[in-house]
């Protein structure tokens, strides 16, 4: 394993570290918790298609109502997840860092559970559908907010990249899964099962990530703050695969103590106000914190979910008649997003760095957005007529988007914010990055119906907007990410202009701290100084 991976990632970490860290343990530990984000895909890929179905038209009012109606019944049924998620994602920081990362993950698959099986059994019931898709949706943002976290804090660092997206490759395998799911339920089952399965299907995920969340390790990062130093280094040799007294071992436990001090000497309190002040007052945390919702807000502003949540209806506009041909094409776009994902995280994640994918798929997104929307503009597809030459071309811009966006905003933007916060704040930066990447789900899930039915013939102006949003985004990018490809998590305080003044040579590895002699407390203060390099 160590060998293939030095010949795919070319990562200079990777030259001087032992090749036992890179075994099966860290790898079932990652796809473990990403099980998360296979719920998260299931639940937007699977709501898309069992709209569109008959017998839940039906079950639901839905059948045979204008345009603008069946927009907004459909906008609120999808939209109420995203709701869930927001609330979840928000409520997540403080019970992964009271309890753990673990036991918040155990508890998000429980309500996704739960919100699922009241998905299924609402049976025509409004209410039921919405209660239960909130409360499916607080357990996926909460997992959303603590898998990217939990995978960062055990991921060793030249290949901390691969495995923090494997996230993103859960989410649009989930997807994958859905559009497949609702193609063979159309085709093979009748009546109100039609729907029921894919829905109560949505549960599978979930039931995963219990299991898989029951068989793993804390992470190692999170017992050390919690001063558990000896859990916490038993946790990282097994996470390592190494022994205690392994140099590498040595070295990696010691930065994690010298950040842990330094940060509580730089603000001695732990509580939500004052993780708050640290977060907001010191420029390079609060850098960070801006960097990590503007890159969240651009992610849902590329237009990938408007594809994901409504995908059916937007084939339909570019000409592809019939639900069972508009299924099959999502299922199809679905591989795409799948295959190009998983392309992305064994050969490029750690290798082309974050930037640089950032900045080359914005404007490939952008490209592909605007020729649909050109195309949906200047020839418009006509009822009862064939696809034009030019309608499979915005066809293939479809599969293009979905491809560059797994090469760069789908993944990139969970390893980003994972990985840039200072380890006292990880949890909160972490946690307001995916509250906004809801919010803004929620927006996009919101508003894309009323946009496909107002926004000229056949919704082009919404493929426009998307175009502009993606080049803009290329923009933010250049001016304002600094690389951080190959960086352990506890260099980005110096990456991001803040560190502390503090000599290595006076930790004490017997109380866990770090000990200053008179004369570097004459020179540096009594407590520790901040440098801003910002």
């Avoid at 399965?197 to 919690?226: D, H, T």
């Avoid at 071992?249 to 940060?263: A, G, M, S, Y």
């Avoid at 200047?378 to 979905?402: D, M, Q, R």
Wanted: proline fraction near 4%; charged fraction near 15%.
């Amino acid at each position: 394993m160590s060998f293939l991976l030095k010949k795919i990632v070319h990562n200079e970490a990777m030259k001087s570290d032992p090749k036992e860290i890179y075994g099966w343990r860290v790898y079932l530990l990652a796809c473990s918790a990403c099980c998360g984000g296979m719920l998260f895909g299931m639940d937007s890929g699977i709501i898309g298609g069992v709209l569109t179905m008959d017998p839940f038209q039906k079950k639901y009012g839905l059948y045979n109502k204008p345009a603008d109606d069946t927009a907004n019944l459909n906008a609120n049924i999808v939209s109420t997840l995203q709701a869930g998620c927001f609330a979840g994602a928000l409520a997540a920081s403080p019970v992964s860092d009271r309890w753990g990362r673990r036991p918040a993950l155990l508890i998000s698959a429980a309500l996704a559970i739960v919100g699922t099986v009241m998905q299924a059994a609402a049976s025509g019931k409004l209410a039921v559908m919405y209660i239960g898709r909130f409360i499916t949706g607080v357990g996926v943002g909460a997992a959303s907010m603590v898998n990217p976290l939990y995978v960062s804090e055990n991921a060793p660092r030249a290949i901390r990249g691969g495995l923090t997206g494997l996230y993103q490759f859960f989410i649009v395998s989930g997807i994958m899964l859905a559009f497949w799911i609702n193609y063979g339920s159309l085709l093979h089952i009748r009546g109100t099962a039609m729907y029921v399965v894919p829905l109560a299907l949505q549960a599978l995920p979930a039931v995963l990530l219990f299991i898989g969340m029951y068989l793993c390790n804390e992470s190692p990062r999170w017992l050390a703050k919690q001063d558990r130093w000896e859990e916490s280094k038993a946790t990282l040799c097994k996470v390592r695969a190494l022994p205690e007294n392994h140099p590498y071992i040595e070295e990696e436990f010691r930065d994690i103590k010298i950040q842990l001090d330094n940060e509580r000497e730089l603000i001695g309190g732990s509580g939500i106000w004052d993780l708050q002040r640290e977060m907001w007052t010191i420029p390079g945390n609060r850098k960070r914190a801006i960097i990590t919702i503007i890159l969240m807000i651009c992610q849902q502003m590329t237009g990938t979910n408007a594809i994901n949540y409504y995908a059916p209806q937007i084939f339909q506009n570019l000409g592809v008649v019939g639900n069972a041909t508009n299924l099959f094409a999502t299922g199809v776009y679905g591989i795409v997003k799948t295959v190009a994902c998983g392309v992305f995280l064994v050969f490029v994640a750690d290798s082309l760095g974050r930037r640089r994918s950032l900045l080359w798929t914005s404007v490939a997104q952008a490209l592909a957005m605007l020729y649909i929307g050109l195309y949906v503009r200047i020839a418009p597809p006509e009822e009862g007529k064939p696809v034009p030459a030019a309608g499979y071309v915005a066809l293939v811009c479809i599969f293009l988007f979905a491809a560059a966006f797994q090469f760069g905003w789908g993944p990139v933007c969970w390893i980003y914010v994972s990985e840039i916060p200072t380890a006292r704040l990880r949890s909160l930066n972490v946690a307001f990055g995916a509250a906004t990447q809801w919010l803004f789900n929620f927006v996009v899930a919101r508003a894309v119906p009323s946009m496909l039915v107002t926004m000229g013939s056949n919704g082009y102006g919404t493929y426009i907007f998307f175009a502009v949003f993606c080049f803009s985004m290329g923009v933010f990018v250049w001016f304002f990410i600094p690389e951080t490809k190959g960086l352990s998590l506890e260099k980005m305080d110096e990456l991001f202009g803040v560190s502390t003044v503090v000599s290595p040579k006076a930790y004490d590895p017997e109380r866990g701290s770090i000990q200053k002699s008179d004369q570097e407390k004459n020179e540096t203060g009594a407590t520790s100084t901040t440098i801003e390099r910002v």
